[in-house]
């Protein structure tokens, strides 16, 4: 016999309760890099990064070019702050570039 709910639960809550009865690490709200990284980032900058992945409290960034992942070096910082601000708490201390497959039709479907 299923077990009656008093009130209904947000689909988070379950979703974060599973994953942590799972063992699973994950941060969802480091998730959330992927989904904001245009807003955050600006539309020039997200036609020609793309986050790779997390580890730890490191971002590893594809860059299309060698220019602007030289230019990225010199906003590194106000990315990271930008990043953290968004998300609502430090999700990155650093982040690293290299050049890689950059998809500049995310967006569009």
Do not use: Y
Not at 18 to 40: G, T, Y
């Amino acid at each position: 016999m299923r077990k009656k709910m008093d009130e209904p639960v947000h689909i988070g809550t379950i979703l974060q309760q599973a994953i942590e009865a799972s063992k699973i690490d994950v941060d969802l709200k480091a998730c959330r890099l992927w989904q904001q990284w245009k807003d955050v980032v600006g539309p020039a900058v997200a036609q020609n990064t793309r986050p790779e992945a997390i580890k730890g409290k490191l971002l590893l960034v594809n860059v299309s070019s060698a220019p602007w992942m030289q230019q990225l070096q010199f906003l590194k910082s106000e990315l990271i702050g930008k990043l953290n601000e968004t998300i609502g708490k430090e999700v990155v201390r650093d982040i690293r570039f290299r050049i890689g497959p950059v998809d500049e039709h995310q967006d569009q479907t």
